[in-house]
């Protein structure tokens, strides 16, 4: 029988191509959950990267900067 061999079965090896992307500049992004309450209730709203921009005003690549000059400073002045 083809593709048995002594009772097992045979799986033909197959070559698999993966492509791999190289990317030279990464950039952070938002993931903002947010819980919102008026009079009538409250609920939870997810913002992403495009709306958490315009609520925060800056991006995550600038916010991640001013916090590790923040953290340089801090350490300075410790030290």
């Known amino acids: 029988m083809r593709g048995r061999d002594k009772g097992k ?7 698999v191509n993966l492509l791999f992307h190289i990317y030279s500049v990464s950039s952070f992004r938002y993931i903002m959950v947010v819980k919102v309450s008026d009079g009538s209730g409250e609920g939870w709203v997810s913002a992403f990267n495009e709306e958490a921009e315009k ?3 800056c991006s995550a690549d600038e916010l991640d900067l001013l ?4 953290t340089a400073k801090v350490e300075q002045s410790i030290m």
């Open 9 to 15: 079965i045979v799986v033909p090896k197959m070559k």
């Open 55 to 57: 609520i925060i005003g």
């Open 67 to 70: 916090k590790s000059q923040v």
